[in-house]
Nanobody, 127 residues
Framework: QVQLVESGGGLVQAGGSLRISCAASGRTFSGYAVGWFRQAPGKERDVEFVVAISWSGASTVYADSVKGRFTISRDNAKNTVYLQMNSLKPEDTAVYYC??????????????????WGQGTQVTVSS
């Protein structure tokens, strides 16, 4: 497993942008696919898949709700994954978690089965 630390959350107005980051500590991201998930207020039992990126960074999968607005990227040299969020909507308000899972294919982009999770960062979008 790898230790993950998210940062960059905050309050933004609807239509605005925010970039959140996920940094690995203790070991590198090498060999790990990374995903972003979110948990909206009042939905403590519902963690929604947002986006994932392959180990190589060449493959990504987006949830329909964020497609065209969010962009995931990674810098393996810095052991960091980024989530650029544009055209934010109030319904994007949530705690955003990054997660990682070791994969054997550099292009694997799983949407479940992640076993390393960060502590989460709050993103609040005001209307």
């Amino acid at each position: 497993q790898v230790q993950l630390v998210e940062s960059g959350g905050g309050l933004v107005q609807a239509g605005g942008s925010l970039r959140i980051s996920c940094a690995a500590s203790g070991r590198t991201f090498s060999g790990y696919a990374v995903g972003w998930f979110r948990q909206a207020p009042g939905k403590e039992r519902d963690v929604e898949f947002v986006v994932a990126i392959s180990w190589s960074g060449a493959s990504t999968v987006y949830a329909d709700s964020v497609k065209g607005r969010f962009t995931i990227s990674r810098d393996n040299a810095k052991n960091t994954v980024y989530l650029q969020m544009n055209s934010l909507k109030p319904e994007d308000t949530a705690v955003y978690y990054c997660a990682a899972v070791h994969v054997y294919s550099s292009e694997s982009v799983p949407q479940e089965g992640y076993d390393s999770w960060g502590q989460g960062t709050q993103v609040t979008v005001s209307s």
